[in-house]
C-alpha cells in the first residue's frame, strides 16, 4: 500500500460523494453524539470561511431537528465570534450566521486576553513573542472562551478539521485543532463546497481564498500560499488521482511532519514516531 494509499484509508476521503447523503450522514451524527453525551448545546467560533459555515449549517440542522422531535426547545446552537480588535471580513462572518439561521451568537474579542499574554510572556523571559507564536496564541484563546461558555451552557465545542486540513496539520495544536466532535472529518475542501452548494450557500462564503489570519506581519496571508500547495492538489491527492511529484512530494512532507498533531499526547508506550525521525 501505497503513503497515498495509507492516508487516504486513515483520513476517511472518499473519491466521489452524494452531497445530500454526506448531509444527512453528519446530522444524524451530530444528533447521536449529543444525545449519548447527554449535551444540549453545541458552540461553535463562526470565522466567515468556509469550514465553520459548513459546520454551523450543519449544526443548526441538527439542533432544530431535535427540537421537533421532541416537541420542545431543549437543544441550542450557539455561534461566537471570536475577532482579534476589528476583524476585516465581518461582513462574511454576519453573512455566514444568517445563512446558518441562529437564534443570536455571542461576540468575545480576544484582544485584550492575547496582548496581556503576550506582555507577561515578553516581560518574564526578556524575549519578544514571535507573531508566528503569537499567531497560535491567538487560535488557543479562541478556543479557551468556547470551551468555557460549553461548560457553562452544558454544551460540546465543534471543531471544523477536514481531511484536506489533516493531511497538511493546517492549525494549531490545542487551538482549533481542540474540540469535542469534527463532523467535517472525512471530507476535502472541495466536498466541503458540494455540500455547501447543496444547502443553498450564498456563494461568496465558499469561494473566498481560505486564511487562518493568525499573523499580523502577514495579513490574511492565503492558506495556499502558506502551504506552497493548492487546496485542488490536495483534494486531487485525496482523491486517489495522480498529481506533480513536486506537488505530493509537499503533501506527503507535511503529513509526515504533523502527524504529532493528529496523536493523542504521548506516552512511554508509544513508538510511532520512530518511523518519521529526520523528516
Known sequence: MTLQQQIIEKLGVKPQIDAQEEIRRTIDFIKDYMTFARKNALVLGISGGQDSTLAGKLCQMAVNELNDEEGV????????????????????????????????????????AVDAGTAEYEARTGKKLSDFTKGNRKARERMIAQFEIAAEENGLVVGTDHAAEA??????????????????????????????????????LYLKAPTADLEEDKPQLADEVALGVTYDDIDNYLEGKEIGEEERSKIENWYIRTIHKREQPVTVFDRWWKNTEGK
Open 73 to 112: 426547545k431543549t437543544y441550542r446552537f450557539i455561534p461566537v465570534r471570536l475577532p482579534y480588535g476589528n476583524q476585516k471580513d465581518e461582513q462574511d462572518a454576519q453573512d455566514a450566521i444568517a445563512f446558518i439561521g441562529a437564534d443570536g451568537f455571542i461576540t468575545i474579542n480576544i484582544k485584550a
Open 167 to 204: 493531511i497538511t496539520g493546517f492549525y494549531t495544536k490545542f487551538g482549533d485543532g481542540a474540540a469535542d466532535l469534527t463532523p467535517l472529518y472525512r471530507l476535502n475542501k472541495r466536498q466541503g463546497r458540494q455540500l455547501l452548494k447543496e444547502l443553498g450557500c450564498p456563494e461568496h
